[in-house]
């Protein structure tokens, strides 16, 4: 089956570069877009690059965690300079591979243990797609809960399934997995049989599966995967899997760790670092078991994977400049500051990120490089998930699950017909000039309108890319929108305003910095306001004016706000929590901003003209 649902390619008159118009011939910095998968990478990255790289005019936008984004993005003909993606694989970017720098002979590359960059080159020899620092996923395990019950922790599958059948004896679940999540039955279906998916056979299938293309649909071969399923049926079998597991979540999973219930719980590194850190439980990692400790394995995945827009090749200088900020985030430092304090592992060579305690059990694992990545395709996700319900609800056992995981693998689906919601008949460009951004302004306005409010105001970057001329689906209009946006509104006055643009703009006494790049300048619709920009990274809010008149301090006004409460208001990200007065008069509201933003445009609206809404005095 196809990996992707390809659209028609939308007919576009102009095209629009992300960051064109900063870069002009009285500025000799250059200028780099770089989307961020999410915005954790803005904690300590983002900052981090801009102070390593001054000559750099970086434009960062938190973007969609999907390569269907970048791919609809792609054939819009608007990628950004640097792509990151945390759920990816081959076959889902192949759509890209022509747009996408080959950087098989970088130093980055050569960086790598060669078994962990293998698995992003083409059968070309390209080398798209760089993964960062590895997130851990294996078992958790309660060490105190072992030490009450005098059962030593398992170091091989057998020892784990005597583990399992003990804790059962006594009334308690040695293991427990939050199948409800996709992910969770995709990396308990491949975990339990990692040394079987690493054999030269499974390596083989693997790379023909990643390279894949309309012509040929892979599907699982007749060796290896049939003992996948063998293995995944006696696992259930000696985990005690139940068939209303199907509907457990991580919350429960995690409470019956914590509260004694469970000996053992799927997790990451990071929740085992989290679990000793909040709720002060004794645990360690437990690798993905095999017969000997030798055959031991830790399942990984990249916090991201990064790619670089082949355009770059064109301009010599930001060539150069692009490859200058790959080496400093593939460095050490560079990820230690993707990590910041997660408890994560290194795929390259030379980088030495410090190892958690949390991996006192499987530094064996980490010493023999057996660190898996998990094969993590679009339908990967989606077919693990309903096959191996399926197993666990006992719909059927290993032959039966094998045989329709390679059906929906290889059965070729007719495209989803996407309605298009409306067509745009003029864009508006990304770029955050003296007065704004006009696809920010567009998206603002229409929401105002749509809401009926006075004033709308958002306060983080409220947009992902260009507004674009021609047809849009729904999907695409709430890519358009960034992600998890959130809606506040209330009746205040003029003055009260003026106070909610210092809280969005100025610098608090404690240094915090609400504006931590340019394009997270407050968007604003019914009003109009001045900013200095006083050269530092930082601004100061100037006059604030409705329809050219200064705002009246006594004037109640119907105020909306759209933004991500966390990105503003968070200790770790911009640290600037809403003043009092107004967090008890701007309530939240429960509206999906994305279904309000497709209702305005349903049946062919246009969006609203963007406007000149803020003067930046430099």
């Not at 995945?301 to 060539?319: I, L």
Request: proline residues 3%; negative net charge; aromatic residues 10%.
């Amino acid at each position: 089956m196809k990996k992707r649902v390809i659209s028609t390619l939308m007919i576009m008159v102009m095209l629009f570069s992300l960051a064109g118009c900063k870069n002009n011939e009285n500025d000799n910095r250059v200028a780099i877009t770089m989307y961020l998968w999410d915005k954790s990478m803005s904690r300590e990255l983002t900052p981090w690059l801009e102070t390593q790289f001054p000559d750099i005019d970086f434009t960062f936008v938190v973007g969609y965690n999907t390569m269907d984004f970048y791919t609809d993005l792609n054939k819009r003909g608007s990628l950004p300079d640097i792509i990151t993606c945390r759920r990816f694989s081959l076959n889902d970017a192949s759509d890209m591979s022509d747009m996408l720098m080959d950087l098989s002979e970088t130093d980055v590359v050569g960086s790598y243990y060669d078994n962990y960059i293998e698995n992003n080159r083409e059968t070309g020899g390209a080398i798209r797609w760089l993964p960062m620092c590895a997130e851990v996923d294996g078992y958790i395990a309660n060490v105190d809960l072992f030490e009450k019950y005098g059962i030593p922790l398992p170091e091989n599958y057998a020892e784990f399934a005597e583990a399992c059948r003990r804790f059962d004896e006594l009334g308690l679940q040695c293991y427990v997995n939050d199948y409800r999540e996709d992910y969770s039955c995709m990396e308990a279906l491949q975990g339990c049989a990692i040394p079987e998916l690493m054999t030269m056979e499974g390596i083989m299938w693997r790379t023909e599966y990643e390279n894949e293309n309309l012509d040929v649909q892979v599907g699982l071969d007749e060796n290896v995967w049939p003992a996948v399923f063998d293995k995944f049926e006696q696992y259930m079998k000696d985990t005690m899997v139940e068939p209303e597991d199907v509907e457990m979540s991580f919350e429960i999973m995690k409470s019956d760790l914590v509260e004694g219930r469970a000996a053992i719980m799927r997790g990451t590194a990071n929740d085992c670092a989290l679990l000793r850190k909040e709720d002060n439980i004794n645990t360690v990692m437990l690798p993905y078991f095999g017969e000997t400790a030798k055959d031991n394995w830790l399942l990984t995945y990249p916090t991201c994977q990064v790619a670089v827009n082949r355009n770059v090749e064109q301009d010599e200088k930001k060539n150069a400049a692009v490859m200058q900020v790959l080496e400093a985030m593939f460095s050490e430092e560079g990820q230690k500051h993707v990590a910041v304090d997660n408890a994560v592992l290194s795929y390259n060579k030379n980088v030495n990120i410090e190892i958690n305690d949390v991996f006192s059990q499987v530094l064996d694992c980490i010493n023999s490089n057996h660190l898996y990545i998990r094969l993590a395709s679009a339908e990967m996700f989606s077919v693990s998930k309903n096959v191996v319900q399926n197993m666990i609800s006992g719909e059927y056992g290993a032959e039966e699950a094998y045989q329709d995981f390679h059906t929906q693998l290889t059965t070729v689906r007719e495209a989803e017909t996407s309605e298009y919601i409306t067509t745009q008949s003029t864009g508006y460009a990304y770029d955050f000039g003296e007065n704004g951004s006009g696809a920010a302004s567009a998206v603002i306005n229409t929401l105002r309108k749509q809401c009926g409010s006075d004033m709308a105001i958002g306060y983080s970057s409220v947009v992902t890319a260009p507004v674009f001329e021609g047809e849009y689906t729904r999907q695409q209009l709430n890519w358009l929108v960034a992600n998890r946006e959130s809606m506040r509104s209330g009746q205040i006055t003029g003055s009260e305003i003026k106070l909610l643009m210092e809280w969005l703009v100025n610098v608090k006494q404690d240094g915090s910095n609400p504006i931590r790049h340019e394009n997270f300048i407050p968007v604003t619709s019914g009003m109009e306001y001045a900013l200095t920009d006083n050269g530092d990274g930082t601004y100061t809010l100037g006059e604030i004016t409705v329809n050219g008149k200064l705002l009246d301090d006594h004037t109640v006004y119907s105020v909306a706000i759209f933004g991500d409460m966390d990105y503003i208001e968070a200790p770790f990200y911009c640290n600037c929590p809403m003043p009092e007065v107004l967090e008890a008069k701007m309530k939240a509201v429960d509206t999906n901003v994305y279904a309000l933003f497709n209702s305005a445009l349903e049946g062919g609206n246009p969006f609203e003209i963007p406007t000149e809404y803020v003067t930046i005095k430099r």
